[in-house]
């Protein structure tokens, strides 16, 4: 299985902070990787597919980099609904799997 | 407006069997994979199970392997998940997702229904 890991696993930020999430697959995912946004009780929401491809209806502040085994989420300037947890995803083989999730908090 | 709700979610005993069901509405069902995941409560998330178009082709999670089918119904626009053989780590809330063709992400998600697998 491929194991997906996300930097930091949580993180403190002020409203129009630039913020970036890493996230490391164990073996090259190619740029079948994708982002997820997650509020309390509520279902995630696909932000960013094949790892640099902004998903229809999200907002241009957020953005996708990387390929192989090495990926980043950047929301360019944080806004206050955007304080939530984030997940990466690779979807290049099965099992697909998820990184253990980024909490963006505010400070 | 896609739709996509669960139900059949509720408290079992150990070693006991549930279905959950998830209707689809808004998009041309028979046209899209679909796929079950699942998030036990304050951890993050699990993909459990993939169904094709035809529902030929399906692939489970090896936490589940054994013990879960994903079926669907595409006169029904509805897919399925019966879980047998069920544990205390089955517990968490499980969400339907419409797969994006092409991608293997899921782009659309239901609400979810919790499953709660306690004596």
């Known amino acids: 299985d491929i194991q997906m890991t996300q930097s930091p696993s949580s993180l403190s930020a002020s409203v129009g902070d630039r913020v970036t999430i890493t996230c490391r697959a164990s073996?090259?995912?190619?740029?079948?990787l994708n982002w997820y946004q997650q509020k309390p009780g509520k279902a995630p929401k696909l932000l960013i597919y094949?790892?640099?491809s902004l998903q229809s209806g999200v907002p241009s502040r957020f953005s996708g980099s990387g390929s192989g085994t090495d990926f980043t989420l950047t929301i360019s300037s944080l806004q206050p609904e955007d304080f939530a947890t984030y997940y990466c995803?690779?979807?290049?083989?099965?099992?697909?799997?998820f990184g253990q999730g980024t909490k963006v908090e505010i400070k | 407006e896609v739709q996509l709700v669960e139900s059949g979610g509720g408290l079992v005993q150990p070693g006991g069997s549930l279905r959950l069901s998830c209707a689809a509405s808004g998009f041309t069902f028979s046209s899209y994979e679909m796929n079950w995941v699942r998030q036990a409560p304050g951890k993050g998330l699990e993909w459990v199970s993939y169904i094709s178009i035809s529902g030929t082709t399906i692939y489970y999670a090896d936490s589940v392997k054994g013990r879960f089918t994903i079926s669907r119904d595409n006169a029904k626009n509805s897919v399925y998940l019966q879980m047998k053989s069920l544990r205390a780590e089955d517990t968490a809330v499980y969400y339907c997702?419409?797969?994006?063709?092409?991608?293997?992400?899921?782009?659309?998600w239901g609400q979810g229904t919790l499953v709660t697998v306690s004596s």
């Open positions: 073996q090259s995912v190619s740029s079948y």
């Open positions: 094949d790892a640099s």
């Open positions: 997702a419409r797969d994006y063709s092409g991608y293997d992400s899921f782009e659309y």
């Open positions: 995803q690779q979807s290049y083989s099965t099992p697909w799997t």
